[in-house]
C-alpha cells in the first residue's frame, strides 16, 4: 500500500489577491503543503525567460520535483497552461482536447511510477460555459478515465459548484475527496473571503482518500487543496 500526497492549485500565474505577481509566495504555500505530486492549472511559461515567468520550471526547480507542462491559452508572449510536479518518475504525458468555440481547454493527463505503483494524474481547468463542461467530464474525460490501466487522480479547477449537474454527475463515477475535510475551510474561492468550492481532487475506486485540506493563502485567487491517498499495489 503506498501512501500519496496530492495538491491542486490554480496559481492564476503567481498573480496574489492585491493583484501583485509574487512566484516566491506560490512556492513557500507548496513548500508548506509539502506534496508528493502537484496540479497547478493558470501557470505562466515564457520561453527563454528564467524565474517569475518560466513558473512550472522554476517551481519544480525549487521544490526538487519532476515536471510536465501543456499550454492552454497562448499569449503574445509564451503561454498559459497547466503543470503537474511529481516527486516520482514520470511514465508518459498525454493531452485531451476540450473544445469549445469561445473557451477550448486542455486536460493533462500524466502517469507516474509512485514507488512501484502506477498512478494517473489528470489535471483539468474546466471552461466557463455549463453545457461544455458537462461534456466535457461525461463523454470526453470519463470514458478515458475509465479505461485507464492505473488508479486516477482527477484534479483541477472545475469551476463549478457541488450542486451543479456536472458535478452531481460526475460524483456517480469517482469519490470527491472533500468528503474526507478535516481543515477549517469549505469553500476554494476567492481566497480572501471564500465562498464557493470549485476546485476538486478525485479518486477511482482504486485509490481512498484518508485525508483532505484546503490551505489559506493570499499568493493567488483560489485557494489550494491537498488529499492523503493510498493506493494499493496492484500485480
Known amino acids: 500500500m503506498s501512501v500519496i500526497k496530492v495538491c491542486s492549485y490554480n496559481i492564476r500565474r503567481a498573480i496574489g489577491i492585491e493583484g501583485k505577481k509574487d512566484l516566491k509566495q506560490i512556492y513557500q504555500v507548496l ?85 512501484g505503483v502506477g498512478l494517473s494524474i489528470f489535471n483539468v481547468h474546466l471552461c466557463l460555459n455549463q453545457v461544455s463542461r458537462y461534456r466535457h467530464l461525461k463523454y470526453l474525460l470519463l470514458p478515458i478515465i475509465q479505461e485507464s490501466e492505473f488508479p486516477i487522480i482527477l484534479a483541477g479547477d472545475f469551476n463549478a459548484t457541488p450542486s451543479m449537474r456536472e458535478i452531481r454527475m460526475l460524483g456517480t463515477y469517482l469519490h470527491d475527496t472533500f468528503q474526507h475535510n478535516s481543515g477549517l475551510y469549505g469553500s476554494t474561492y476567492p481566497s480572501d473571503a471564500p465562498r464557493v468550492r470549485i476546485d476538486y481532487i478525485y479518486t477511482d475506486d482504486k485509490a481512498r482518500c484518508f485525508d483532505f485540506a484546503i490551505f489559506k493563502s493570499q499568493a493567488s485567487d483560489h485557494l489550494p487543496i491537498c488529499a492523503s491517498i493510498t493506493i494499493p499495489n496492484l500485480p
Do not use: W
Open 31 to 115: 513548500n508548506e503543503i509539502n506534496a508528493d505530486v502537484i496540479a497547478l492549472q493558470e501557470v505562466e511559461m515564457v520561453p527563454g525567460v528564467v524565474g517569475i515567468s518560466r513558473q512550472a520550471h522554476a517551481l519544480a526547480d525549487l521544490l526538487s520535483m519532476n515536471y510536465v507542462y501543456t499550454t492552454v491559452h497562448r499569449l503574445r508572449f509564451g503561454s498559459v497552461g497547466n503543470a503537474v510536479l511529481s516527486r516520482y518518475p514520470i511514465l508518459k504525458e498525454s493531452k485531451h482536447l476540450l473544445p469549445d468555440s469561445r473557451d477550448e481547454r486542455i486536460c493533462l493527463q500524466v502517469d507516474i511510477n509512485a514507488a
